[in-house]
Structure formats: structure tokens, C-alpha cells
């Protein structure tokens, strides 16, 4: 049988200052075709061209990764601040309601970092727009010097819900991860389940309740490595199994 087909929810960047294109992480696919052992396709966010009935009957999956861009407040009700950064409306446009169908449908969805707040906010949560400027809070931000590797190198543990879905998938309750974010989850939607925390309380693990099919996000970077990582390659793995399911025509549920 051929490889499930993902979507990669895609990001828009100027070449030039003036050509637009859409793109993702290299990290990305190769941790998709790699670990999860699917064929990872790039999607624009081009809402006037891209119709998510289509998306959804032409992929088995999709992977919702990170931007530099952040979810525009007006989503979760409320106004945009300085605080709140760069916005991308086309991926909102489609990211958004894509989550909630596939989660209606019971088709696979996996999110990281962006995608991890995508999520909560398109099951109605809303997001802090900066971690750091919170009291107690620590700073995910990724740091601003250093070689890549130091970049991503883990930095914090994150505990999860004993029994729970990451605490099946990862074998421990306590792992460690890396972290490369401003915003975080602020109210998460009514059916988003909190699994995983970061030390300072902020959530880093969520899959949303009585999903039919996989539903799963993070808001570190699995993607660095993952082959390698032993809290990255499982979650990759446990994302490829549920589209391979799809493609064949049954359900995997989060772990």
C-alpha cells in the first residue's frame, strides 16, 4: 500500500521583500517522511484558492507545525496588542475551521507549537499573547544567540498525566523537551484536555476529549531531531500509524 498522504499546513514568507511564497520547515518533512513514515506534502494557506472539503478528501492527514506568525486575537474575541506579534489571517482562515472538521470527521491532526495553539483556539480556548511578561512564568522564547543545535537543545522537563495519553506514548511522565515560544494557552477550549506542563504551570501537551480520531498537540518542537529523540519519534510514530489507518479506512485514536 502507498504511504498516507499529510498535509503540512504551510507559512507565508516575502523573498526579496516583495515575492511571496508559502513554505515549511525542512525539520518538518523529514521528521514526517522519516519517523512518521508518510508523504508529506506542503499546502498554501490561499483561502480563495484552497477549499477544505477538498484538502480533506485528497490527504489522510494533516500536520499543523510552527510560525513566527501567531493566531489573530479576533478568533478567541478579543483585540490585537503590540504584545501580540505578527498575524498570518490566510492560515487562520483555513487552519481554523480544517481542525474542526477533522476532528468531527475523526481524521487525523497533529500540532506543534502554532499548531499546538491553533488547536485550543479553534475548539474556542483562548492564548496569552507573551508567556514572560506573566508573574512566575519562565521564558520559552527560543534563545536569540547560539548555533541551531543550541537552540533547540531541551531546556525544560514537562510532566504528564499519569496514565494518560503522552504517558503511554512516551513510556514516563516526565521527559524533556525544548521550547521556542512566546504565546501559550491562556482558557483552554471545552473539550482541549491539558495532559502535559512545562515546571512554571504552562500547558505544553493537549488532546482534545472524545475526538473520534487522532488529535494530539505539543508546544515544543518534535520535529528537531526526531528520529533520535526518544519523546519526539514516538509521537511521530503514533501520528503516521493513526494516517495509515485512515488511508486503510479505520480510526486510531490518540493514544
Known sequence: MARPVVAVISNTHLIN????????????????????GVMPVIVPMEPDHIDIADLMAHF?????????PNVHPENYGEEPTEAHGTFQPNRDRISLPLIRACVARGQPIFGVCLGFQEINVAMGGTLYPEIRDLPGRDNHRMPPDGTIEEQFALRHEVTVTEGG???????????????????GIKDPGPRIVIDGHAPDGTPEAIFIKDAPGFSMAVQWHPEWKAADDPVSRPLFAAFGAACQDWRAGGLRKSA
Request: no cysteine; aromatic share 12%; proline share 4%.
Open 165 to 183: 495519553p503522552f504517558h503511554r506514548l512516551f513510556g514516563s511522565s516526565k521527559v524533556m523537551t525544548n521550547t521556542l515560544h512566546g504565546q
Open 60 to 68: 489522510d492527514g494533516f500536520f499543523f507545525p510552527g510560525g513566527r
Open 17 to 36: 521583500d516583495r515575492y511571496e511564497v508559502h513554505a515549511a520547515g525542512a525539520m518538518n518533512v523529514e521528521a514526517l517522511s522519516r519517523v512518521s
